[in-house]
């Protein structure tokens, strides 16, 4: 019988290190989702404002987008594994502090803001040193594309099944319950890394500033045309398109008239889409023309986005949502590949934190937007406009996409 490692779409499994990795990730990830889900419905509960749910939105992930720059330094300077156990410690006590919050019955919104500052500032440091401490992880250079796409789709598969779960706990139980399950899905991550088995870790000397380095990597990427482009469709994608789930609560309740559990569904048939995009992309062969593959998933995501804003019967939105979903991934996953792959090791770290600026910078901005721009013509409006100008960015990009691709290598 062939071990698990022998199977194409999990050959990273082969590295040790990288199991436990994702493991322990997998298990956070479903925690996340929960608590993400969790706080949007609370927001909207006591509001009932799209605008206010952009504000949540805006709150997580700006921070993130500010701190960036000595994120992804730190994690080129310091010790990634370190990093890591400091920010899931601190995320641990964030979740803690906000079942407190529910639980007590004291649900104030700028309470609920701050500490979703907090998480903000939190992920600026951890997601780079995660992203990097992948490639410590994997034994083999030919299999990094592969633990990538892999750790997308767990990622995937937890934003299939955590909004779905969290809508169950919310109705049952309430939102404390769903925050303290995310404080100890934290837990996963840190027996992950205390089962690793890593080199020792060797300080790096510099006498160079943090915006110095920085900078370095503003220039690298200047010159490096491929991961510049994915950087910048990556952008603007961010900013007008991703920030659709912004409106998500507003179909659940208006739309559809449902409740929690209506909105948990509409985000785990987004996470179907995207555990199939993801699982696609595991499977591929290296060499595969990914940036074409990137062309067609923002056309789908386009199309979804478009069909789902208008069918008011929920089986065939619910399918729109999967597309929506499916094209969605791709845009993270493969730039993540792109840049994890062609980065040089020495400007690894630094990289992934201006691609994660990208996000970070674009999305909360875009959620106050779309939150904005659906209160003045509404959800399905909003939602169709994207929908369209997620197709226009497809075809804006078309020649560089399509184009013959070079093959990855690592430097």
Not at 223 to 238: E, F, R
Request: overall charge positive; proline content about 4%.
């Amino acid at each position: 019988m062939k071990k698990i490692s022998q199977y194409n779409i999990f050959r990273a499994f082969a590295s040790r290190n990288y199991t436990y990795y994702l493991v322990g990730r997998s298990v956070s990830q479903f925690g996340t989702w929960m608590q993400r889900t969790a706080v949007v419905w609370v927001v909207y509960s006591i509001t009932h404002s799209p605008l206010l749910i952009g504000v949540a939105l805006f709150a997580e992930q700006f921070p993130s987008f500010i701190f960036s720059i000595p994120g992804g330094v730190a994690a080129d300077r310091y010790n990634r594994y370190t990093i890591i156990k400091i920010t899931q410690i601190t995320s641990m006590v964030q979740a803690v502090l906000l079942a407190v919050l529910v639980i007590t019955g004291h649900t104030i919104i700028w309470a609920i803001l701050l500490l979703s500052v907090l998480l903000g500032i939190i992920n600026a440091f951890d997601v780079p040193a995660r992203q990097a401490l992948i490639h410590d992880v994997v034994a083999s250079p030919d299999d990094l594309p592969n633990a990538l796409s892999l750790s997308t789709a767990t990622a995937s598969m937890a934003q299939l099944l955590g909004p779905a779960l969290s809508g169950i706990v919310l109705s049952a139980f309430g939102a404390g319950v769903c925050f303290l399950l995310n404080a100890a899905s934290f837990g996963g991550v840190i027996l992950s890394l205390l089962l690793m088995k890593l080199p020792a870790y060797q300080p790096k000397k510099t006498d160079k500033k943090v915006m110095t380095e920085f900078a370095e990597g503003f220039a690298y990427i200047k010159n490096t045309p491929d991961i510049a482009l994915m950087v910048a469709m990556l952008a603007i994608v961010s900013l007008l398109v991703l920030p659709y789930n912004t409106v998500l609560p507003v179909f659940a309740k208006v739309v559809f008239k449902g409740d929690a559990s209506t909105y948990g569904y509409i985000n785990s048939f987004v996470g179907i889409g995207a555990v199939a995009g993801t699982i696609f992309l595991a499977s591929r062969k290296p060499g595969a023309h990914l940036k074409k593959m990137l062309f067609i998933s923002t056309l789908l995501m386009g199309v979804g986005l478009i069909c789902f804003s208008q069918f008011k019967n929920f089986p065939a939105a619910m399918f729109f949502a999967a597309i929506a979903g499916y094209g969605s991934v791709a845009q993270f996953t493969i730039s993540n590949i792109v840049v994890q792959s062609d980065a040089a090791p020495a400007m690894r770290g630094r990289t992934m934190g201006i691609l994660l600026m990208a996000i970070f910078g674009m999305m909360p901005v875009g959620s106050l937007l779309i939150g904005a721009v659906s209160e003045r013509i509404g959800a399905p409006a909003t939602v169709l406009a994207q929908g369209v100008i997620a197709i226009a960015i497809a075809l804006l990009f078309v020649k560089y996409l399509t184009r013959p691709s070079k093959k990855f290598r690592l430097k």
